[in-house]
């Protein structure tokens, strides 16, 4: 409305009665959109509400297909997809074996398997997630994902900050839960390894800020994070991993901190310090020299 108002265009809205060209028009038009966002946030929370209550009876709620399993929407169930689960026998038999996720993923490339879109080209990271879904063991975890606001309509993974709700024996499981859990001790034997000797160190000082932030109320190190990527929005905040991970009620004191304001309280702690340096080296060259005093 404004970039059009600049540009000498004027618009009537013929249900509300406003007409741009009016001195009070844009005020007019502020509170009509400000009651909407409430009533949209209202109807949004409702939802949520309604989303929480079925998952925690165990209801399926946003079924994203996965390689294996075929999806029902009128019964709202899924059930096996038996050329499918051949391809995740495959995956799973060959990482217990000792098998990488790289080298599975080649594997599959050169045998031809598809996706569950129909592709035959296979990456690490897909292997890797196939490898981690708890649908394969017959469970069904709800909540991974969740909505950031009414407006923006941008979902972010769960870390804890909104509940998570697991059904047990949900469905029926290609992979037996034995070899569901050597496959997770072996994953989680491995990422710990490479953790310690590769990923760590890198991300530990990949910003200047990592590993240097601690929170004042679990002692836990703080995580950069960035909110609205790619958007006018984007911001870069630093949090409590132990609230990100374990969720808030685990650290409910602790509030994310922007990187801007770490920044500026950074530079006025150097600048403290320098003036405080600054003015002991001056006393103790003054004390070494009393001929200049006089």
């Known amino acids: 409305m404004r970039l059009l108002k600049e540009k000498g265009v004027t618009i009537i809205f013929e249900k509300e009665n406003i007409d741009t060209g009016g ?109 981690k879904n708890e649908k394969y063991r017959g469970d069904l975890l709800m909540g991974k994902t969740f909505t950031v606001d009414p407006i923006s309509h941008r979902r972010l993974e769960n870390m804890g900050e909104v509940k998570k709700y697991l059904k047990e024996n949900n469905h029926e499981p290609i992979i037996s ?52 990527a790619g958007t006018k929005h984007e911001k870069i905040t630093w949090s409590c991993i132990n609230a990100i991970k374990n969720g808030k009620e685990n650290c409910p004191d602790s509030k994310s901190t922007s990187e801007r304001d770490l920044e500026l309280a950074f530079v006025d702690a150097f600048n403290t310090l320098c003036t405080f340096l600054h003015n002991y080296m001056g006393l103790i060259y003054c004390s070494q020299k009393p001929s200049t005093l006089r």
């Open 23 to 131: 001195m009070q028009s844009e005020l007019i038009l502020t509170l009509l959109s400000s009651v909407a966002q409430m009533e949209s946030e209202s109807i949004s929370g409702n939802v949520k509400a309604g989303l929480q209550m079925k998952m925690k009876r165990g209801e399926l709620i946003g079924y994203n297909s996965c390689l294996g399993y075929d999806y029902d929407k009128e019964t709202k169930s899924i059930a096996i997809n038996v050329e499918e689960a051949e391809t995740v026998l495959y995956i799973f038999k060959r990482y217990i074996e000792g098998a990488g996720c790289f080298i599975i993923a080649k594997e599959l490339t050169q045998l031809g398997f598809k996706t569950k879109r129909g592709n035959t080209l296979w990456h690490e990271s897909t292997v890797r997630r196939i490898i």
């Open 177 to 228: 839960a034995e070899a569901f859990e050597k496959a997770q001790d072996i994953l989680k034997r491995r990422s710990s390894k490479h953790n310690n000797k590769g990923r760590g160190q890198k991300y530990s000082r990949k910003y200047a800020f990592s590993s240097m932030i601690q929170c004042g109320f679990c002692g836990t190190s703080f995580s950069r994070r960035t909110w609205h």
